[in-house]
Each structure stands twice: as C-alpha cells, then as structure tokens.
C-alpha cells in the first residue's frame, strides 16, 4: 500500500533528520578526537553510522511502499563546546528530538490509518529508549567522575571498546 503524501512528506523529514544526526555525531567525534579522548571519538562515530543506518531503514520503507523519499536540507552541527559532558549532553538532547520526532511519525501513522507503517516505527520506539538510556548513563557516569583524568581515561577506553552494531 502506498503511502499518502502526509506520510510520505513526514517519513522524507524523518529521513532526514536521522542523516542530520549522523552528521551531528560526526562533529561530536571530532571534538572528542580534539579533546584526545579517541574511545569517545570513536563511540561517536558508531554512533554516527548508526543514524545512517536508521535513515537507511526509513527509506527502504519508503521505497517498498512504492513512494520516492526527498532527504531536505542538513544544517552544519554545532560545535557542542569544550567539554566531554557538553558533547554528551548534545547527544542526549539529540536522540530525545529523534525520539519525539519518531513518536509524532507513529501517531500520524495512526491518525492516518496506515497500520503498515505501525512494525517499523515500534522498533524505532524500542530502539530511542535504548538510545536515551545509553547516553543517560555515560552521562550520569561523566557527572560523577568530574575532573577526576584517571576516570575520564577509564571512560574512554570502555567506550572505546564499542564494537560497530552493538550497543
């Protein structure tokens, strides 16, 4: 079944704000990088892949249901400031604008009747709570190490050891 140009306009812009994202977590890894934190850096960058990945599933949907996707315009990131937390926080603040932005494509979808759309944007739903709680806890583990570098340079070698499709 195809989907409505409603539908179809509001997954186009979720595509994009999913790509918006990877860049996003791009630019985060590059401060990181800078700050000569590589572990987070590269957290970051898996991260970032993951975004794209995200995109890449919207679009097959899209495509499946015989529609053409328009990825709009990507507005360059922010340089999220000098700090671990700062980079952190603006993941976090990231992934709940996904996550609201995923939750209003779902009732849309519901509002427009399309039932076929209700799988995909459940698993993205699972997957933002899993997003959020991840960032949630490095976070909260990043306020109780402070300025401490011993537990910063911890931090960064367990984030570090993230392997790419594993949270």
Do not use: C
Request: hydrophobic content about 40%; charged content about 25%; proline content about 5%.
């Amino acid at each position: 079944m195809k989907l409505n140009d409603t539908l179809a306009k509001a997954f186009s812009e979720q595509i994009t704000l999913e790509i918006e994202s990877s860049v996003a977590y791009l630019q985060l890894a590059i401060a990181l990088e800078d700050a000569n934190l590589p572990g987070m850096a590269s957290w970051m960058r898996i991260q970032s892949g993951e975004e794209r990945d995200h995109a890449a599933k919207f679009i097959q949907h899209v495509t499946d249901r015989g529609n053409r996707p328009q990825i709009g315009d990507i507005p360059a990131p922010a340089d999220p400031g000098p700090t671990v937390v700062a980079a952190f926080e603006a993941s976090l603040a990231h992934e709940r604008n996904v996550s609201d932005s995923i939750r209003a494509l779902y009732r849309l979808a519901l509002a427009e009747g399309d039932i076929d759309s209700l799988p995909l944007l459940s698993w993205f739903i699972e997957e933002q709570i899993e997003e959020e709680s991840t960032v949630s806890e490095i976070l909260g583990r990043l306020h109780l190490i402070g300025e401490d570098g011993p537990g910063l340079l911890r931090l960064d070698g367990e984030l570090g050891a993230r392997v790419p499709g594993t949270e």
